[in-house]
Structure formats: C-alpha cells, structure tokens
C-alpha cells in the first residue's frame, strides 16, 4: 500500500509536558472540573468514584496504565499504544493523552463491565440539559428565519450556522466560555465549498450533539434537498467521547426535538427521518472515530469511503487537529499542504479551539497574534478551510 503523503518539513507534535500550556490546562484544570461535574450529575457508586479519582491521579502524575485484556477494544488499543503505555502521561502527544482519558473515563463509569453502569452514556445528564435550553429553542425557532431567506443567502446562512454551533461543546463551556457571541473568520473558503457538492454522495464527520448538531442536520437537510447532495453518510461516534460528542442515540434525541417543535425544524426534522428510512441519510460508526491518532493513519475502509465522497466535511476543533496531525505548524502553512494524505475533496468547518492552525494568510496571522495571543484557544476566530486533491498535485 503506498503511504500517505506527508509535507516536506513535518512541524513539532504537540505535547502535554509543558507547564501552563493549553494541553496542561486541559489535563490539570478542566478534567477535575468535568468530573467533578459527572459526579454531581451521575449518582455513581463508591466503586466508580475512586476509579474516577485513581484516573484523575493517574493522568496528572503517573505513568500510561494499558486497558485489561478482558476489555472489548483491547486489542485496538494493543496497536494504538503500543508505545504509549508505561510512559508517563506528560510525555505523550497531547492528541493520544486526551483521547485515550475519554476511553477510560467511560471505563471508571463501568460503561464496559458486566454491571448496571454498563452502556450508560456518562455526558447524557449534559447532553439533555442542552436539549432543554432556552438557547436550544431559541436555534429551532432561528430556523423559521433562515428558511424564510433567499436561496442563496439561506445556504451561506446554514453554513454559517454549522461553523460557529461548533462553539457549543460542553468541553469549551466547562471553561465558561459560550457559544452565545461569534467571532469572525480566519479563513474563509466557502466559495470554493459548493461547487464540490455535485448532487453525489457527500460525508459529514460530525462533532458535538445538541446545537451544534442540530446545525448540522439543517445544513444536511438544505444538503439533501436542494439537490447538492444525493445522499449523505454522517459519521458518528461508536460511544460517548470528548463530553458532548454525538452518537447515533443524540442524533435520534434531536430528531425527536426538532419533530416536536412548530415550523422549519419540525419539516426538517420529518424530511430527514424520511431520508433515514431511503437510506438517503446514513448514520455510520467506525472506531476510528474515537481512535487517538490523526487521519493520516485512517484505516483502508474510511479511506474507501472519504475517497469516495463528492466532499468530506470535517466538523469541529478536535477532527481539525487530526487532520493537521495535531502539530504546531506555521500557521501560514496551507492547508492542502498538511492534508495532502486526504484522499477526496476536504472541507474544515471549525472554531479555532486549539493550537494548531493552518492555511491563514501572513499578514492576518501576524495580526491575530499582535491582537490577542489567546485567539487560538479562546473561540473568537474561525476558519472554513477547502483543499482537494487538484490542490495538492
Ligand atoms: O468539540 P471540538 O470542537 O472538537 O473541541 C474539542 C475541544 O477539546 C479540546 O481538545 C480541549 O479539551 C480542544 O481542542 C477543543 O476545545
């Protein structure tokens, strides 16, 4: 198999050994907060309650302890940590550490054993407190607005919409930020976005459920019938990860919300349960969608299928930072660049959450930095990013 290609100078990985770096802030303030936060919300036993606490300890002194064998994804991980394991977590990439502390989040909450905790989604006290916000209602009703825009307009308006609903992550809201105000845009692509869309079948890499997601299935829905896509597969995750990201269980509690509620989001709703039933819309799951590694070392049956989309949208901070390998490129690096392993068309629709950013112009990337240092973390910039395989010969 020939191997992905790669840039010419690779840029440094980011890591978690840095005091008062954001992946430090990560591990060492808002994971005490998230679970301190589960705690509150889940009735979990004493049991679960010092599993919860050992990994807190685990993760912010000591070394990588591997899964046991008994567990159902030991083997995947066996591959994905072969050298991660008995390693201390500081020396990891910040990409492995994060993902694989989801993993054995869900297995301090017993969501893998034989037990009463087994499939229970730990995030779903969150994930519904969402769905009954005022904001939540306040996004159903917004959609009688776009819906009653030109065509034209609408479309750029549901773009818009899926772009900045990235900023609703239960992760970034922990760290009390909000998706209330947006901010402006980095890089904007978006005129080269939907000429790719040729009535073919087009994949959405979804992020986080609730509002976000319910920006993403307005946009599938214009998607599907206006004809710039013929059918959609949205993947999705295998089980709870990253707080607030969905699975096929939060796509169907959204549907519900939308087919509950009066206007635009209820005809929305109908006519994707409908595209559902003709397989127009696929809800797929593929454990690579929780794998800690970037989408350079993607398997050969999600190559198959990015390869044969019409476009791939890419939602979100963390699928960003594994389609640029998690690395601290310059950011004027261009993006066709650093995704150049992709195998199809690829569009970035993301809330710049994290470090690593790519593809900005010189003089807009000097004028972030002069302006606020924080831009990459804080969630007031954005970027809609294109590349296809013509940019990258
Ligand atoms: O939900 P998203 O947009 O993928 O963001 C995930 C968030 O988690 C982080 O990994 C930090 O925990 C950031 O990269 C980002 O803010």
């Keep these: 198999m020939s191997q992905p290609r790669v840039p010419h100078r690779e840029a440094p990985p980011i890591t978690c050994d840095e005091p008062d770096s954001f992946p430090w802030q990560v591990f060492h303030e808002r994971h005490p907060v998230l679970i301190r936060r589960i705690l509150e919300a889940v009735p979990y036993g004493q049991a679960e309650r010092q599993a919860f606490a050992a990994l807190l300890r685990e993760s912010r002194q000591d070394q990588v302890a591997p899964l046991s064998p008994e567990a159902p994804d030991f083997d995947l991980w066996q591959v994905w940590g072969k050298e991660q394991f008995g390693r201390s977590w500081q020396q990891q990439r910040f990409l492995w550490a994060e993902s694989y502390f989801y993993r054995r989040l869900l ?47 609408r479309e750029q308006s549901l773009l818009m919409t899926a772009v900045w609903g990235n900023l609703a992550d239960l992760g970034f809201t922990i760290a009390g930020k909000g998706p209330e105000e947006t901010g402006a845009l980095a890089a904007d692509e978006s005129d080269r976005l939907w000429p790719l869309l040729d009535g073919g079948l087009v994949t959405v890499v979804a992020d986080n459920s609730g509002r976000e997601l319910l920006a993403d299935l307005a946009l599938v829905d214009h998607l599907l019938a206006g004809g710039r896509a013929g059918e959609v597969s949205l993947l999705l995750k295998p089980q709870p990860y990253y707080i607030s990201d969905a699975t096929p269980r939060d796509v169907l509690d959204c549907l519900d ?137």
């Design 107 to 153: 297995q301090a909450g017993g969501y893998f054993a034989d037990g009463g905790w087994r499939g229970v989604d730990l995030f779903a006290p969150f994930k519904h407190a969402e769905l009954d916000a005022p904001a939540f209602t306040a996004d159903l009703t917004a959609l009688d607005h776009q819906h009653a825009l030109a065509e034209g307009e």
């Design 257 to 393: 919300r939308m087919t509950a509620a009066a206007g635009a989001a209820a005809g929305i709703g109908g006519r994707l349960r409908q595209a559902l039933r003709d397989d127009r819309l696929r809800m797929r799951t593929h454990p690579f969608a929780c794998a800690p590694l970037g989408y350079r070392d993607m398997p050969a049956d999600l190559r198959e299928e990015f390869a044969a989309s019409a476009l791939t949208i890419m939602k979100g901070d963390l699928n960003y930072r594994r389609l640029a390998d998690d690395r601290l490129w310059p950011p004027t690096t261009p993006f066709a660049e650093v995704t150049a392993y992709f195998p199809g068309p690829v569009a970035a629709l993301r809330t710049v959450k994290s470090d690593v950013v790519t593809g900005l112009d010189a003089e807009t990337a000097a004028e972030l930095d002069a302006a606020d240092p924080s831009w990459r973390v804080s969630g007031t910039h954005a970027v809609i990013q294109v590349a296809t395989p013509r940019d990258r010969e």
